[in-house]
């Protein structure tokens, strides 16, 4: 996020903002590489019933045809889609 103020100085108090001085949105960033372990997905084990999907926190869960896939660059590794999963598919591991 850029303030705008540091691109214009105000001079007079009309010049500045009555709202937030930062622009709109959300700052989206990898994750920052503190995450200790992932989920990973055993296939043969994966029905689809999307429980994982569903309890995620972070919706970083997607399905990939009758499977579900991780999308790591987001996950914080908090461990409660396997926590979920009935079908033991998800396990997790240490990250290297």
Do not use: H
């Not at 303030?3 to 622009?23: N, S």
């Not at 995450?35 to 990973?40: A, D, E, G, S, T």
Request: aromatic share 10%; proline share 5%.
């Amino acid at each position: 996020m850029k303030p705008y103020l540091r691109q214009q100085v105000p001079k007079t108090f009309a010049d500045i903002p009555e709202g937030t001085a930062y622009e709109a949105g959300f700052l989206v960033t990898k994750n920052a590489g503190w995450r200790n372990i992932r989920p990973v997905v055993a296939a043969d084990k994966c029905v689809g019933c999307l429980q994982c999907y569903l309890y995620c926190p972070d919706g970083v869960i997607s399905k990939a045809g009758d499977k579900v896939t991780i999308d790591y660059d987001f996950c914080k590794g908090c461990g409660i889609c396997k926590k979920m999963c009935r079908f033991g598919a998800i396990d997790m591991e240490v990250e290297k």
